[in-house]
């Protein structure tokens, strides 16, 4: 086990890593969209890329949800026919989101031995979201 500060220490090292790995300019937050942001999670059981709806209104997420998953059948042709959907996430602070993600499991961010492996897998499926998210942008936004 790692103590708290360790654990920090990892989670910084990854990240800082990566960054360096694939300096590039990602769209997560700067969606223009609403409630809408582009977003990875590595934690110690998996690796995720996901697209999250959050904070905003039950029926405004509903209706984001709606668009999104309308074009669930051209995401999983077309781009990541891994993709996911969850439609009622709750994150551990109880937080309901939509999410729609890839995840890849069995790595750990306190394994640095699964870490090469988790940056190619968080590139490439960040690469394949941004450009779904780009050619569908306007039909996405409310």
Known sequence: MFSKKESKQLR???WISFGKSFPRKWILYNTKIKGLSLKFHFDLQQAMVSMDLEDLPDEKRAELWDKLYALRAIISGE???DVL???SCILENNKEIARMYVQKENVSI???NTWAETMI???EK???MEAFFIEYKDFLNL
């Open 12 to 14: 910084e090292q990854f």
């Open 79 to 81: 781009y990541l026919p």
């Open 110 to 112: 306190h394994n640095k």
């Open 85 to 87: 959907f969850d439609k």
């Open 126 to 128: 960040m690469v394949l």
């Open 121 to 123: 897998f968080l590139k």
